[in-house]
């Protein structure tokens, strides 16, 4: 089986890097900080490298202080990465260039996943990639403490939408039912998590919703910012995670867009649909993949350029 493959493959290294994807969200952050400090404990020599920031709001997860990037693998040897949460290799940013030749162990759970690891561990039915964290840390036999538990739990409520989408199953219940008898309080997290925002997160929502327009009789919405309206904001690059959620709690509502002028011609698009509409496929159409009812992917062009490219699509499936 899938998973003792990969427990053999982790009893036969000593030195193993967990890695995950850019553009961090509590998903990666909380599985690959609970399968690293679940090896720990069982005394393999283990670090989290990411080509990333962990974002602000993460880095009360126990272990998050001890995240490496790249350039750690230039000076240390190991002998098996573990990539989490990551759907193909471009993803995982500079540390796609110290995979040659190397055991790598794919764990994740997107439906757009391209199998790229020497043992594929890709459960596209599970909630969150937390989850397989979970049930592989229990399988290995180690004890899950509070700090591997909210890590896992952070995970679990993030990549849910707090248990909303159709991805909460009563596996996804028990496993959280679980984490609390290890002693995670979901009122801590939560408050951490969602009760937690910088001032300028609010006001760059503020900024975006005046751009929220309707199409195809009000099934889509779309959200822009511009490069500009974002400095204008904040010189650091602000938190724009849960703003395509505001054009899609809208009654009327199927398909929600959200595009960021990451920089000038480089649009970044992030996707929604409440529950018909396969925005995974569309985000494809770009490069991009994701989930059925979320997903990304970077369209070149200007703002307006992207909105009617992936509007064009998107009038294709409503
Ligand atoms: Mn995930």
Redesign the pocket.
């Known amino acids: 089986m899938i998973y003792q493959q990969v427990v053999n493959a982790i009893n036969e290294s000593s030195n193993i890097i967990i890695t995950s994807h850019v553009n961090p969200?509590g998903?990666?952050i909380g599985?690959s900080l609970a399968l690293c400090q679940a090896l720990l404990k069982l005394g393999k020599d283990a670090v989290f490298v990411l080509d990333d920031s962990v974002p602000e709001l993460y880095k009360f997860l126990p272990g998050a202080e001890k995240v490496q990037k790249p350039d750690f693998l230039q000076k240390n040897s190991f002998d098996l990465l573990i990539s989490m949460?990551c759907g193909d290799l471009e993803r995982l940013g500079r540390v796609k260039d110290y995979i040659q030749g190397r055991k790598l162990i794919n764990i994740?759970?997107?439906i757009s996943n391209t199998k790229f690891g020497s043992i594929n561990l890709v459960e596209e039915n599970a909630a969150?990639?937390?989850e397989i964290a979970y049930k592989l840390i229990k399988s290995m036999g180690i004890f899950i403490d509070k700090d591997i538990a909210q890590c896992v739990y952070t995970?679990i409520v993030t990549?849910t939408g707090q248990f909303q989408y159709s991805n909460t199953t009563e596996e996804t219940h028990v496993i959280a039912a679980e984490l609390i008898i290890a002693g995670v309080s979901p009122a801590d997290i939560f408050n951490k998590v969602y009760q937690n925002n910088p001032k300028e997160k609010i006001l760059l929502m503020k900024e975006a919703l005046k751009s929220l327009d309707f199409h195809f009789n009000d099934k889509a919405s779309c959200i822009t910012i511009s490069r500009s309206q974002l400095d204008s904001i904040s010189g650091d690059e602000l938190d724009t995670e849960g703003i395509v959620n505001l054009a899609r709690d809208i009654a009327s509502v199927e398909v929600a867009v959200f595009l960021k002028e990451k920089e000038p011609n480089i649009v970044k698009a992030s996707l929604r649909s409440k529950s018909r509409v396969d925005v995974c496929a569309i985000a494809k159409e770009f490069g991009g993949g994701g989930h059925i009812r979320a997903s990304g992917c970077t369209i070149e062009g200007t703002i307006e350029q992207a909105k009617e490219k992936i509007l064009s699509v998107i009038q294709k499936q409503i």
């Open positions: 969200d998903d990666n599985a949460d994740d759970h997107h969150a990639t937390a995970g990549d």
